[in-house]
């Protein structure tokens, strides 16, 4: 019987780690002593920060999107279908037609917007955090003469901490570009004493809202939504009326992790910060936005993590104590406008101090969207280096 | 603190910012007006978050008591 190795979830944790496993297996997933299973009900991968560019005609649908057979190596097994139950005792996974034992199991299923936990929230406006909304968010951009252009955060956490700052952003370059920015006031909605979590970030952030008139309102932690009267109310008592409210949903895990007993009250997996194992079981690991960890919930976090994660099962199969930590790794790109960019670099321990931005910065982001097919989703780069 | 105040304690230790305001503002929303609520936190950011948003929301900032390794934040339901 060969070793199984199952991965829930084929997103982009669940496809990186599978395909790092697969290169550093090659000889053993040909002779059958080893196998890899990535499940997941979904046949199509997508990029999630696509989502993002999409509104401003940036990115589009097909260069979003491909076929998550297509990305896997060959040797990885891929099946189409939905892990109902996760039994982490006896180490199986349970789909309505089938079970898997695993030897070693990486649960990967990520985050998704919990729209219900604001009244009024998904009738309400507009978000970025599917590809369907991302469209209709484009045909409202492209709509919209002028007005007041309200972009508030919803909930904490939610995916790409950064995407807020950078949609307020890119806002104010749209329609700069389309000569009417000084018919559109734009507002952005934060629930926190600052713009961003990170108070040195944060404090650029500011400045730079500032300067770019974009008018910050903190300490606004949403508690209803009235699509009729276009108006917002917060928990501190405040309200907001808008023309146009794009909204970011507060997120939630993934129903199987919720149903088998293993997550928090929040829907995440409790997860050792640097072995990623899920707490209190050796063979199982939990990575990307699925996890409870205090990192971002973003494609980065996952793509160092299943560094780690692949890396310490292939030790473990051969014999070798774990040879990887994690250290809390996240890089990530911030737009700061049309043209141009900056980065996160960051940890546990070491908090990012982003340099100024430039537009050397926004075109590698560009390129980095197109790469993400080629090079980190197949696992050839793996976690940049870790 | 009269004994007919109710205490209702939030252990977010191990929480990062901005996990124990968020547990804060969730047990403010199902609570009573005069409710006291103490988060334990284990994040510094805490101490600088929480009264800054009990300032802006209305309720009463109690204080601060550190313990080893974490802070004990009061606050009051006020309305």
């Not at chain 1, 911030?334 to 990012?352: K, N, R, S, V, W």
């Amino acid at each position: 019987m060969p070793k199984t190795i199952a991965v829930i979830g084929g997103g982009t944790g669940g496809t990186i780690v599978a395909n790092n496993l697969a290169h550093r297996l090659h000889d053993q997933l040909v002779k059958g002593e080893v196998e890899i299973v990535v499940i997941d009900p979904s046949a199509l991968h997508i990029y999630q920060p696509a989502y993002l560019l999409i509104p401003f005609g940036i990115m589009h649908r097909n260069e979003a999107v491909r076929p998550e057979r297509s990305l896997l190596d060959e040797k990885v097994k891929f099946r189409q279908e939905s892990i109902n139950r996760i039994d982490l005792s006896n180490r199986t996974v349970y789909s309505d037609s089938t079970k898997i034992t695993y030897d070693y199991l990486v649960v990967a299923t990520g985050a998704k917007p919990d729209y219900s936990q604001v009244p009024g929230l998904e009738k309400a406006g507009y978000d970025f955090y599917t590809l369907d909304n991302a469209y209709r968010l484009r045909e409202a951009l492209g709509r919209f003469k002028g007005g007041k252009l309200v972009t508030a955060v919803a909930g904490i956490p939610f995916k790409c901490p950064t995407a807020p700052i950078e949609f307020a952003f890119l806002v104010d370059s749209y329609f700069t570009r389309l000569g009417i920015r000084d018919k559109v006031d734009v507002q952005y909605v934060y629930p926190l004493p600052r713009p961003f979590t990170i108070p040195n970030v944060a404090e650029d952030v500011q400045k730079m809202m500032e300067k770019r008139k974009i008018e910050v309102n903190l300490l606004f932690n949403v508690e209803s939504i009235d699509p009729e009267k276009k108006e917002m109310k917060s928990i501190e008592g405040e309200t907001i009326k808008y023309d146009l409210a794009v909204l970011t949903p507060p997120h939630t895990g993934a129903e199987v992790v919720k149903n088998s007993g293993i997550a928090d009250k929040g829907g995440w997996i409790p997860t050792d910060r640097y072995t990623l194992n899920i707490k209190g079981y050796d063979d199982a690991y939990a990575i990307g936005d699925a996890t409870d960890l205090p990192v971002s919930k973003a494609g980065s976090a996952a793509d160092f993590e299943a560094a780690v994660v692949a890396t310490n099962i292939w030790d473990d199969l051969n014999g070798f104590a774990p040879s990887l930590r994690y250290d809390g790794k996240v890089m990530c790109f911030i737009i700061t406008g049309i043209g141009e960019a900056t980065m996160l670099i960051f940890d546990y321990d070491h908090p990012p101090r982003p340099p100024p931005a430039t537009f050397a910065c926004y075109w590698y982001k560009l390129v980095y969207n197109r790469m993400y097919w080629t090079v980190t989703a197949k696992g050839l780069l793996p976690g940049f280096g870790v | 603190m009269s004994e007919q105040e109710k205490v209702k304690v939030i252990d977010a230790r191990g929480s990062f910012c901005p996990g124990p305001l968020m547990e804060l503002i969730r047990a403010i929303k199902e609570s009573s007006v005069g409710d006291i609520i103490e988060v334990l936190s284990s994040d510094t950011g805490s101490q600088r978050d929480i009264p800054k948003w009990a300032e802006k929301a209305g309720h009463e900032f109690l204080g601060v008591i550190h313990e080893e390794g974490y802070d004990r934040i009061r606050v009051k339901k006020k309305r």
